[in-house]
Protein backbone atom coordinates (compact mmCIF):
# COMPACT_ATOMS: atom_id res chain seq x y z
CA UNK A 1 0.00 0.00 0.00
CA UNK A 2 1.10 3.60 -0.69
CA UNK A 3 -0.19 6.67 1.07
CA UNK A 4 0.31 10.25 -0.53
CA UNK A 5 1.14 12.66 2.18
CA UNK A 6 0.53 16.50 1.92
CA UNK A 7 2.73 18.78 3.69
CA UNK A 8 4.41 21.49 4.70
CA UNK A 9 7.97 22.77 2.61
CA UNK A 10 8.13 24.45 6.02
CA UNK A 11 8.72 22.90 9.74
CA UNK A 12 6.26 25.03 11.74
CA UNK A 13 8.01 27.15 14.80
CA UNK A 14 6.82 24.59 17.08
CA UNK A 15 8.94 21.07 17.21
CA UNK A 16 5.33 19.14 17.68
CA UNK A 17 5.37 18.74 13.95
CA UNK A 18 8.72 18.07 13.02
CA UNK A 19 7.79 15.16 15.75
CA UNK A 20 4.48 14.41 14.25
CA UNK A 21 6.11 13.89 10.58
CA UNK A 22 8.96 11.56 12.62
CA UNK A 23 6.20 9.72 14.12
CA UNK A 24 4.14 9.71 10.88
CA UNK A 25 6.86 8.02 9.29
CA UNK A 26 7.45 5.57 11.72
CA UNK A 27 4.19 4.68 11.79
CA UNK A 28 4.64 3.92 7.96
CA UNK A 29 7.30 1.59 8.30
CA UNK A 30 6.43 -0.31 11.07
CA UNK A 31 2.97 -1.16 8.68
CA UNK A 32 5.11 -1.07 5.41
CA UNK A 33 3.61 1.66 3.95
CA UNK A 34 5.44 3.10 0.88
CA UNK A 35 4.86 6.91 1.00
CA UNK A 36 4.28 9.56 -2.02
CA UNK A 37 5.00 13.07 -1.78
CA UNK A 38 6.22 16.39 -3.37
CA UNK A 39 9.61 15.02 -3.13
CA UNK A 40 11.23 18.00 -1.84
CA UNK A 41 14.19 18.26 0.64
CA UNK A 42 12.73 21.03 2.76
CA UNK A 43 10.75 20.62 6.03
CA UNK A 44 8.08 18.52 6.79
CA UNK A 45 8.73 16.55 3.74
CA UNK A 46 12.05 15.95 4.08
CA UNK A 47 11.62 14.86 7.76
CA UNK A 48 8.77 11.97 6.44
CA UNK A 49 11.04 11.49 3.61
CA UNK A 50 14.53 10.89 5.28
CA UNK A 51 12.84 8.87 8.10
CA UNK A 52 11.83 6.09 6.10
CA UNK A 53 14.73 6.43 3.78
CA UNK A 54 16.96 5.51 6.82
CA UNK A 55 14.86 2.79 7.27
CA UNK A 56 14.83 1.55 3.54
CA UNK A 57 11.34 1.96 2.66
CA UNK A 58 9.45 2.81 -0.67
CA UNK A 59 9.41 6.71 -1.00
CA UNK A 60 8.34 8.41 -4.05
CA UNK A 61 8.62 11.65 -4.98
CA UNK A 62 6.84 13.70 -7.82
CA UNK A 63 7.76 17.11 -8.95
CA UNK A 64 7.80 19.54 -11.86
CA UNK A 65 10.93 19.82 -13.07
CA UNK A 66 10.83 23.70 -12.99
CA UNK A 67 11.15 22.94 -9.04
CA UNK A 68 13.94 20.54 -9.33
CA UNK A 69 16.01 23.59 -10.90
CA UNK A 70 15.44 25.48 -7.84
CA UNK A 71 17.58 22.43 -5.78
CA UNK A 72 15.04 21.63 -3.76
CA UNK A 73 14.68 18.06 -4.64
CA UNK A 74 15.77 15.34 -2.39
CA UNK A 75 18.50 13.56 -4.15
CA UNK A 76 18.10 9.74 -2.43
CA UNK A 77 15.21 8.68 -3.17
CA UNK A 78 13.59 5.36 -4.47
CA UNK A 79 12.11 6.73 -6.91
CA UNK A 80 11.73 10.78 -8.58
CA UNK A 81 9.28 10.71 -11.12
CA UNK A 82 9.43 14.16 -12.99
CA UNK A 83 6.78 15.71 -14.42
CA UNK A 84 5.38 19.21 -16.20
CA UNK A 85 3.42 20.87 -14.01
CA UNK A 86 1.28 21.13 -10.94
CA UNK A 87 -1.57 19.60 -12.11
CA UNK A 88 0.28 16.74 -13.92
CA UNK A 89 1.49 16.22 -10.55
CA UNK A 90 -1.46 15.73 -8.63
CA UNK A 91 -2.81 13.58 -11.20
CA UNK A 92 0.50 11.20 -10.71
CA UNK A 93 0.00 11.34 -6.97
CA UNK A 94 -3.36 10.18 -7.15
CA UNK A 95 -2.48 7.60 -10.02
CA UNK A 96 0.34 5.77 -7.29
CA UNK A 97 -1.41 6.32 -4.25
CA UNK A 98 -4.26 4.43 -2.62
CA UNK A 99 -5.23 7.55 -0.18
CA UNK A 100 -4.25 10.76 1.26
CA UNK A 101 -3.42 12.37 4.31
CA UNK A 102 -2.46 16.03 4.97
CA UNK A 103 -0.28 17.11 7.72
CA UNK A 104 0.43 20.81 8.75
CA UNK A 105 1.46 22.88 6.09
CA UNK A 106 1.15 26.13 4.07
CA UNK A 107 -0.76 27.12 0.40
CA UNK A 108 0.76 24.77 -1.26
CA UNK A 109 -0.75 21.92 0.92
CA UNK A 110 -4.52 23.69 0.98
CA UNK A 111 -4.36 23.56 -2.25
CA UNK A 112 -3.57 19.85 -2.44
CA UNK A 113 -5.87 19.07 0.07
CA UNK A 114 -8.74 21.06 -1.68
CA UNK A 115 -8.28 19.65 -5.08
CA UNK A 116 -8.14 15.80 -3.86
CA UNK A 117 -11.19 16.31 -2.11
CA UNK A 118 -12.93 18.28 -5.12
CA UNK A 119 -11.41 15.33 -7.47
CA UNK A 120 -13.17 12.91 -4.43
CA UNK A 121 -16.71 14.67 -4.80
CA UNK A 122 -16.64 14.63 -8.48
CA UNK A 123 -15.92 11.01 -8.19
CA UNK A 124 -12.58 11.67 -10.42
CA UNK A 125 -11.33 9.60 -7.47
CA UNK A 126 -12.79 7.44 -4.33
CA UNK A 127 -9.77 7.05 -2.18
CA UNK A 128 -9.71 8.44 1.43
CA UNK A 129 -8.52 11.75 2.33
CA UNK A 130 -7.43 12.15 6.21
CA UNK A 131 -6.18 15.10 7.92
CA UNK A 132 -3.69 15.12 10.71
CA UNK A 133 -5.43 17.64 13.27
CA UNK A 134 -1.65 18.00 14.73
CA UNK A 135 -1.72 20.36 18.09
CA UNK A 136 -5.06 21.47 16.79
CA UNK A 137 -3.55 23.19 13.27
CA UNK A 138 -6.47 22.86 11.71
CA UNK A 139 -9.26 23.34 13.74
CA UNK A 140 -9.91 27.05 12.39
CA UNK A 141 -9.97 25.17 9.05
CA UNK A 142 -12.58 22.69 9.98
CA UNK A 143 -14.78 24.87 11.52
CA UNK A 144 -14.63 26.93 7.59
CA UNK A 145 -15.74 23.26 6.26
CA UNK A 146 -18.40 23.38 8.53
CA UNK A 147 -19.45 26.79 8.04
CA UNK A 148 -19.37 26.27 4.46
CA UNK A 149 -22.10 23.26 4.93
CA UNK A 150 -24.16 25.63 7.36
CA UNK A 151 -24.19 28.38 4.26
CA UNK A 152 -24.92 25.52 1.58
CA UNK A 153 -21.66 25.76 -0.42
CA UNK A 154 -20.66 22.31 0.63
CA UNK A 155 -22.97 19.18 0.55
CA UNK A 156 -23.05 17.67 4.56
CA UNK A 157 -22.15 14.65 3.02
CA UNK A 158 -19.06 15.70 1.02
CA UNK A 159 -17.69 17.19 4.65
CA UNK A 160 -18.37 14.86 6.41
CA UNK A 161 -16.55 12.55 4.14
CA UNK A 162 -13.28 14.04 5.20
CA UNK A 163 -11.32 11.98 7.98
CA UNK A 164 -9.89 13.55 11.01
CA UNK A 165 -8.16 12.54 13.70
CA UNK A 166 -5.14 13.58 16.13
CA UNK A 167 -3.87 10.70 15.99
CA UNK A 168 -2.01 8.38 13.51
CA UNK A 169 -3.20 5.20 13.75
CA UNK A 170 -6.81 6.00 14.76
CA UNK A 171 -6.79 8.11 11.29
CA UNK A 172 -5.32 4.94 9.85
CA UNK A 173 -8.42 2.69 11.26
CA UNK A 174 -10.67 5.56 10.25
CA UNK A 175 -9.36 5.64 7.02
CA UNK A 176 -9.38 2.28 6.00
CA UNK A 177 -13.94 1.97 6.94
CA UNK A 178 -14.02 5.07 4.31
CA UNK A 179 -17.07 4.24 1.94
CA UNK A 180 -16.96 6.44 -1.27
CA UNK A 181 -19.98 8.52 -1.39
CA UNK A 182 -22.73 7.11 -3.65
CA UNK A 183 -24.68 10.58 -3.32
CA UNK A 184 -24.86 11.29 -7.30
CA UNK A 185 -28.08 12.81 -6.59
CA UNK A 186 -26.46 16.20 -5.70
CA UNK A 187 -25.54 17.19 -9.00
CA UNK A 188 -28.99 17.17 -10.09
CA UNK A 189 -30.17 19.00 -7.08
CA UNK A 190 -27.65 21.85 -7.63
CA UNK A 191 -29.23 22.13 -11.48
CA UNK A 192 -32.55 22.31 -9.06
CA UNK A 193 -31.66 24.72 -7.37
CA UNK A 194 -29.86 26.99 -9.59
CA UNK A 195 -33.56 27.03 -12.00
CA UNK A 196 -35.89 27.44 -8.70
P1 LIG B 1 3.49 24.44 1.50
O1 LIG B 1 2.35 23.82 2.28
O2 LIG B 1 3.09 25.76 0.89
O3 LIG B 1 4.78 24.48 2.23
O4 LIG B 1 3.65 23.46 0.26
C1 LIG B 1 3.88 22.10 0.48
C2 LIG B 1 3.16 21.25 -0.52
O5 LIG B 1 3.22 21.85 -1.81
C3 LIG B 1 3.81 19.89 -0.61
O6 LIG B 1 2.91 18.87 -0.29
C4 LIG B 1 4.36 19.81 -2.03
O7 LIG B 1 3.73 18.83 -2.80
C5 LIG B 1 4.16 21.19 -2.61
N1 LIG B 1 5.41 22.02 -2.56
C6 LIG B 1 5.48 23.31 -2.17
N2 LIG B 1 6.74 23.77 -2.18
C7 LIG B 1 7.51 22.78 -2.60
C8 LIG B 1 8.90 22.63 -2.82
N3 LIG B 1 9.77 23.60 -2.61
N4 LIG B 1 9.33 21.44 -3.24
C9 LIG B 1 8.46 20.45 -3.47
N5 LIG B 1 7.16 20.52 -3.28
C10 LIG B 1 6.67 21.67 -2.84
Redesign the pocket.
Known sequence: MRIC??????MGYDDVYRDAAHHVARFFTDNNIGLV????N??L?KVLADVMLSEGKEVIGV?PTK?IR?E??HNNLTRMINVESMAE?KEKMVELSDGFITLP????????LSEILTFNQLRITDKPIGILNVNGYFDKLLQFFDHAVTEGFVRKEHRNNLVVSDNISDLFLKMNEYKPLTIGKWIKDIVKESHS
Open positions: IFCGSSYGGAVGMMLRVARGGFGTFDE
